[in-house]
């Protein structure tokens, strides 16, 4: 009704607008920013998610820093545990090659007999058939398992590569001359 009133309290509809708390003197106390658009409060608190995301792997990589100093004191400790997998991998492989190889020769000895069965024109028993195909599916299951373990020995050296070239990063080691 045209009357002028007093408070210490904002109106309702400045409260959404930057403010700014001043002393007797006229200096700036406090500042309290505008109220955020839902527009921009989303783009904030996916910054913030952003930003909570990379502390947290920033922490996860700190820890695996000193999981890897503490566990292996020299670049040779490191050098020797990977030495000692790539060594129980490579038999590993070596047992399957030597499997593959035995199971091989079998099918081609069940494979010549009926072969020749067919030549003498005698009829292929299917024990042999069967054979035959029981031996073709652990030839095939062999090979399957041989290129898991050959990829695994892949990710291995991989692995061990970063985790050497962390490792020299962290104790300021250069490669040793071969």
């Known amino acids: 009704d045209g009357k002028v009133h007093y408070t210490d309290q904002l109106p309702a509809e400045a409260a959404k607008d930057k403010q700014e708390e001043l002393n007797k ?4 106390v406090h500042t309290t920013e505008r109220a955020r658009t839902p527009e921009e409060q989303a783009a904030w608190e996916a910054e913030q998610a952003k930003l909570e995301d990379e502390r947290k792997m920033a922490e996860e990589k700190a820890k695996m820093d000193a999981v890897l100093t503490g566990s292996y004191p020299t670049e040779t400790d490191l ?7 790539f060594d129980l991998l490579e038999q590993s492989l070596e047992s399957a090659r030597v499997g593959i190889r035995s199971q091989e020769k079998s099918l081609a000895e069940l494979l010549a007999h009926a072969a020749d069965l067919e030549r003498n024109g005698k009829p292929v028993p299917a024990s042999i058939t069967d054979s035959i195909a029981r031996t073709r599916d652990q030839v095939n ?16 050296k991989g692995e061990y590569q970063r985790l050497l070239t962390r490792y020299r990063e962290l104790k300021g080691s250069t490669p040793a001359s071969p």
């Open 141 to 156: 299951e062999q090979r399957a398992y041989l290129g898991r373990r050959e990829a695994e020995n892949t990710a291995l």
């Open 79 to 85: 050098t020797r545990a990977y030495d000692e997998r």
């Open 25 to 28: 003197q006229g200096m700036t």
